[in-house]
């Protein structure tokens, strides 16, 4: 059994990696247009692939299966709030991102307010990712990985801590390799084939998972099964001790949705690289469709493992990979461990890939070595992509012995998300707020919210009013403290935002009724499971 799994992980792992670099072998990867924005050709369906894989990750597929295995379909949010600031995303953010032409969101914080804002976001970009998101990237993808290929059965490891330390180094190196050889072109089309793969494997692992709850007398006797037996489970409207209650999701949950799909960096910068603004509209609501079928494989399979396994002593984040290698045949154990791997090279490179972007161009160029050549900026990010993958590769084993690392991820990403969120929107709306606003925003924000998680009395606050409200409340406060600072301490003259000329801005026709349609499906999907 443990042959033919690693045998078809293998075969399906290398096919990947052979047919991205036949395809983008001959890519210009010497200049910064075609390393950090693959030339500004990507076509809708690349990009909107790239976005579902950068953001479909082992953190996604483990963590919010085991937020569900804890909480049920509540934790649905998560993926159908999304779809909603996708589509704030492609109607209001990408056509003023386009119009600059820039490559790093903190650039557009540059041409609104000056270059000390610029370089502050990203001072909070780079330690944010270095720190947060790609340790969490490494950590979920060797958990997932042990439950799926059983690696202590696999390599006679006994030792957890040791096969985690293991399993992290080979996945981080494998990840470093892609990004930094490759540049964003050879991320978009590896992200594409392995969200193929992904979707397929997520939704075969809902029907072996169904014929396993029904044993084996179909997968809507196994539907009817859980709504019968646990119907708390599959009820859309969150209680107030669960993860995600209701009424954060039009605070804190929408905040944190809107800044990860329309300002992150790791996941925009496939949108900064479109042909034009019509397949950058076309390729980001692709994506919110995509993400409206979110639930069927990143929340049900947690609630069939939950109906399986919850008496067996299963923890909620090894509850997917317990899951996976117990209903799939070996066979198919393989190809969706090849899928999972994909999964997290994919947000891996993506998101390193974005670092080195943000260092070579914001950082390097823009404050050390301001006379740069394109072949020495190129270099300089592959460089600090080294340095940045083998930290996170350091980081990664200590998280363990978290409850719930999707819950844990949220909790973080807070911590910079609002404050860049709060100065992005007030710099697009505004005309006279003057930097001095946006910097204090920037670093007070990010401070006050870190106070209301570590530093007490302050972390009182959070647990009276929830955490994602007391977020929501930072947020307005930020803004508030802006548009005052706006008042009494105003630009001398209105900033106007000039067309760098770089993409040709004709949106696309159906984006408007599109939009109006997500949204609808979004409410629809809510009522339908309201308990």
């Given at each position: 059994m443990?042959?033919?799994?690693?045998?078809?992980?293998?075969?399906?792992?290398?096919?990947?990696?052979?047919?991205?670099?036949?395809?983008?072998?001959?890519?210009?990867?010497?200049?910064?247009?075609?390393?950090?924005?693959?030339?500004?050709?990507?076509?809708?369906?690349?990009?909107?692939?790239?976005?579902?894989?950068?953001?479909?990750?082992?953190?996604?597929?483990?963590?919010?299966?085991?937020?569900?295995?804890?909480?049920?379909?509540?934790?649905?949010?998560?993926?159908?709030?999304?779809?909603?600031?996708?589509?704030?995303?492609?109607?209001?953010?990408?056509?003023?991102?386009?119009?600059?032409?820039?490559a790093?969101?903190?650039?557009?914080?540059?041409?609104?307010?000056?270059?000390?804002?610029?370089?502050?976001?990203?001072?909070?970009?780079?330690?944010?990712?270095?720190?947060?998101?790609?340790?969490?990237?490494?950590?979920?993808?060797?958990?997932?990985?042990?439950?799926?290929?059983?690696?202590?059965?696999?390599?006679?490891?006994?030792?957890?801590?040791?096969?985690?330390?293991?399993?992290?180094?080979?996945?981080?190196?494998?990840?470093?390799?892609?990004?930094?050889?490759?540049?964003?072109?050879?991320?978009?089309?590896?992200?594409?084939?392995?969200?193929?793969?992904?979707?397929?494997?997520?939704?075969?692992?809902?029907?072996?998972?169904?014929?396993?709850?029904s044993?084996?007398?179909?997968?809507?006797?196994?539907?009817?099964?859980?709504?019968?037996?646990?119907?708390d489970?599959?009820?859309?409207?969150?209680?107030?001790?669960?993860?995600?209650?209701?009424?954060?999701?039009?605070?804190?949950?929408?905040?944190?949705?809107?800044?990860?799909?329309?300002?992150?960096?790791?996941?925009?910068?496939?949108?900064?690289?479109?042909?034009?603004?019509?397949?950058?509209?076309?390729?980001?609501?692709?994506?919110?469709?995509?993400?409206?079928?979110g639930?069927?494989?990143?929340?049900?399979?947690?609630?069939?493992?939950?109906?399986?396994?919850?008496?067996?002593?299963?923890?909620?984040?090894?509850?997917?990979?317990?899951?996976?290698?117990?209903?799939?045949?070996?066979?198919?154990?393989?190809?969706?461990a090849?899928?999972?791997?994909?999964?997290?090279?994919?947000?891996?490179?993506?998101?390193?890939?974005?670092?080195?972007?943000?260092?070579?161009?914001?950082i390097?160029?823009?404050?050390?070595?301001k006379?740069?050549?394109?072949?020495?900026?190129?270099?300089?990010?592959?460089?600090?992509?080294?340095?940045?993958?083998?930290?996170?590769?350091?980081?990664?084993?200590?998280?363990?012995?978290?409850?719930?690392?999707?819950?844990?991820?949220?909790?973080?990403?807070?911590?910079?998300?609002?404050?860049?969120?709060?100065?992005?929107?007030?710099?697009?709306?505004?005309?006279?707020?003057?930097?001095?606003?946006?910097?204090?925003?920037?670093?007070?924000?990010?401070?006050?919210?870190?106070?209301?998680?570590?530093?007490?009395?302050?972390?009182?606050l959070?647990?009276?009013?929830?955490?994602?409200?007391?977020?929501?409340?930072?947020?307005?406060?930020?803004?508030?403290?802006?548009?005052?600072?706006?008042?009494?301490?105003?630009?001398e003259?209105?900033?106007?935002?000039?067309?760098?000329?770089?993409?040709?801005?004709?949106?696309?026709k159906?984006?408007?009724?599109?939009?109006?349609?997500?949204?609808?499906?979004?409410?629809?999907?809510?009522?339908?499971?309201?308990?």
């Open positions: 443990h042959a033919l799994t690693l045998a078809s992980f293998l075969f399906f792992t290398g096919l990947v990696a052979f047919i991205t670099w036949r395809i983008t072998r001959r890519d210009d990867h010497s200049s910064t247009s075609g390393y950090f924005l693959a030339g500004r050709t990507l076509t809708f369906p690349l990009i909107a692939g790239s976005l579902l894989m950068t953001n479909l990750s082992t953190e996604q597929m483990v963590g919010l299966n085991g937020a569900a295995f804890a909480d049920g379909l509540s934790v649905m949010a998560w993926e159908v709030v999304a779809v909603i600031a996708l589509v704030a995303l492609a109607l209001f953010f990408l056509p003023r991102f386009l119009k600059s032409g820039i790093t969101l903190p650039q557009l914080l540059e041409i609104r307010f000056d270059k000390t804002t610029q370089l502050i976001t990203n001072i909070i970009f780079l330690i944010a990712y270095a720190v947060i998101l790609l340790p969490i990237i490494l950590y979920s993808g060797a958990i997932g990985l042990q439950g799926m290929l059983d690696l202590p059965g696999l390599t006679g490891i006994e030792s957890s801590s040791t096969l985690l330390w293991l399993t992290v180094w080979i996945v981080g190196i494998i990840g470093s390799v892609y990004a930094l050889f490759g540049g964003l072109r050879t991320v978009a089309v590896s992200d594409t084939l392995n969200g193929v793969g992904l979707l397929i494997g997520g939704f075969v692992i809902v029907y072996f998972g169904l014929q396993a709850v044993d084996g007398t179909g997968i809507m006797e196994g539907w009817n099964i859980l709504k019968e037996s646990d119907p489970k599959l009820n859309s409207i969150g209680g107030a001790d669960q993860q995600v209650p209701f009424f954060t999701l039009f605070t804190g949950v929408f905040l944190i949705n809107l800044f990860y799909w329309s300002t992150n960096q790791q996941i925009i910068q496939r949108t900064f690289a479109a042909k034009n603004l019509a397949e950058g509209q076309k390729g980001v609501l692709l994506t919110g469709l995509f993400k409206l079928l639930p069927l494989y990143l929340v049900l399979p947690g609630i069939i493992a939950y109906h399986l396994y919850a008496d067996q002593g299963v923890r909620a984040d090894e509850a997917y990979g317990h899951l996976v290698f117990n209903v799939l045949p070996p066979y198919l154990t393989g190809f969706f090849a899928v999972m791997v994909g999964a997290i090279l994919s947000s891996f490179n993506s998101a390193l890939n974005s670092t080195t972007t943000i260092f070579s161009l914001g390097y160029k823009g404050v050390l070595n006379e740069a050549t394109e072949e020495q900026v190129v270099k300089s990010g592959k460089v600090f992509g080294w340095i940045m993958a083998i930290i996170t590769m350091i980081i990664a084993p200590l998280l363990a012995g978290q409850e719930s690392l999707f819950g844990y991820l949220q909790k973080m990403n807070a911590i910079y998300f609002i404050p860049i969120l709060a100065v992005v929107l007030v710099g697009l709306l505004t005309k006279r707020v003057p930097p001095m606003a946006a910097k204090i925003a920037l670093v007070g924000g990010c401070l006050l919210i870190a106070a209301g998680y570590f530093v007490p009395p302050f972390t009182l959070p647990q009276v009013m929830h955490e994602f409200h007391f977020v929501a409340l930072v947020f307005v406060l930020l803004v508030a403290v802006m548009l005052i600072i706006g008042k009494l301490r105003p630009r003259t209105d900033w106007v935002q000039e067309y760098s000329g770089d993409v040709d801005l004709t949106p696309w159906g984006a408007v009724p599109a939009g109006i349609v997500l949204v609808v499906l979004v409410i629809v999907m809510y009522i339908s499971f309201a308990g």
